[in-house]
């Protein structure tokens, strides 16, 4: 198959990466030259394991190509996925589909075949329909079709969750659109690894809002269990265990820790509680985690000052981790923000130290230090937190920690030391969940 990806974003770059490993032959279409020209040099503009290596190989077989020129990318294309961004609109939190939009014209201008044209990109439910209105008046002649695939990967694993997906979602009533989309993904379907799931293009949409929203609610109901285990003397990383057992419950997303970030979660949270509210079926669970979460974060702040003895002035507090979590150098509504600005407005110095994030934080965190090592960030300082459980950090010389601290505390938002191992090492120690 000949496939067309616009936007060599996180989703893009990924997705257009795996189909050529698949064997398809895949061209990556940006506006932006210096991406383009970039990934000509096999520079990638995120991080993410294993892409760099990927692109690599599948450039060198002749099956992925970059290039700004969509006219060129469009003009051979069995399908072409628009992948651009959808970020939040600036005031009042609706899925900003000008980019969409702005693919969907130029794809008409260029079109020369029947192609079939994907939604990739998270869109609000209905957006398939305006895309397939556009292409009509752009490109009556064409017969292009437009299909729903949402995508499901997670920053750091993202190669793995493309290639190993629990499912793939087809939205689209039309035979011959759903045959190209078949033979697409046949490569996962070979292997029965993945159910290949046809729906119609609406229920596509939606498929990927609540998937989210309903991952969101299950961190969220497991938040705010620790709060209250904290209250009443239990374990939330055992009670997880005790309900995620469970099948019909899953083990999965149970981790108790700062509130969800990222560039999904809380940006799909917000355009399905427009939808909703247009639909005028207010989704009230999804509005109460999403305040739920975002007093969760700020309040995280204030665990700290309580696990300093209730003072933060003039104290020194190291932050382990920036990145909303592990494996990327993703800030994008990262917890670390409003750990942090709560605790510079209750007068604590901040000096921070990430693996990946620190240069992609540093704009987003005035008056922070950055530290080069966690040993670095610790050393006299009056606490350590760690907000995001880099692997790295799951193997520190704690004693050493100890040592270094003006202060021996230790507050673990990820629950990723055992207290007895903290407490052995000189270190007082504040989880998630426990008492
Ligand atoms: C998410 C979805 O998982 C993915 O399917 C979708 O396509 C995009 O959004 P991502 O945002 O990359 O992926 O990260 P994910 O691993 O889902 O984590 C999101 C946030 O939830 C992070 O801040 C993470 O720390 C938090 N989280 C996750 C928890 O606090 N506890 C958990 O148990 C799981």
Known sequence: MRIT????????LVSGACFSDFGHDVVCVD????????????????????????????????????????????????????????????????????????????????LTRPSVIVTKSTVPVGTGDEVERILAEL????????????????????????????????????????????????????????????????????????????????????????????QVGADVQEVARGIGLDNRIGRK???????YGGSCFPKDTLALLKTADDAEVPLRIVEATVAVNDTRKRAMGRKVIKAMGGDARGKTVGVLGLTFKPDTDDMRDAPSLSVIQALQDAGATVRAYDPEGIE???????????????????????????????????????????????????????????RDEVERAGLRVTGIGKS
């Open 5 to 12: 990806m616009i936007g060599t974003g996180y989703v893009g």
């Open 31 to 110: 506006k932006d030259e210096r991406k383009i020209a970039a990934l000509h040099d096999n520079i990638m503009p995120i991080y993410e394991p294993g892409l760099a290596e990927l692109v690599a190989t599948n450039v060198r077989a002749g099956r992925l190509a970059f290039t700004t020129n969509l006219a060129e990318g469009v003009k051979d294309a069995d399908a072409i996925f628009i992948a651009v961004g959808t970020p939040s609109r600036r005031g009042d939190g609706h899925a900003d589909l000008s980019y969409v939009f702005a693919a969907a014209r130029e794809i008409a201008e260029n």
């Open 139 to 230: 490109a009556p002649q064409s017969g292009a079709k437009v299909v729903s695939n949402p995508e499901f990967l997670r920053e750091g694993a993202a190669i793995s969750d493309f290639k190993r997906p629990d499912r793939v979602v087809v939205g689209s009533d039309d035979e011959a659109a759903r045959a190209v989309m078949a033979e697409i993904y046949r490569p996962l379907s070979l292997n029965q690894s993945a159910p290949v799931l046809f729906t119609g293009r609406r229920t596509a949409e939606l498929i990927k809002y609540a998937a989210n929203a309903f991952l969101a609610v299950k961190i969220t109901f497991i938040n705010e269990i620790a709060d209250l285990c904290e």
């Open 253 to 259: 997303f149970l981790n108790a820790g700062p509130g």
């Open 360 to 418: 992609q934080a540093r704009p987003m965190l005035k008056d922070v230090t950055f530290a080069t090592d966690a040993y670095a960030a610790a050393d006299g300082a009056d606490a350590l937190v760690i907000v995001t459980e880099w692997d790295e950090f799951r193997a520190l010389d704690l004693k050493r920690i100890a040592a270094a601290m003006a202060s021996p505390t230790l507050v673990d938002l990820r629950n990723i030391y055992p």
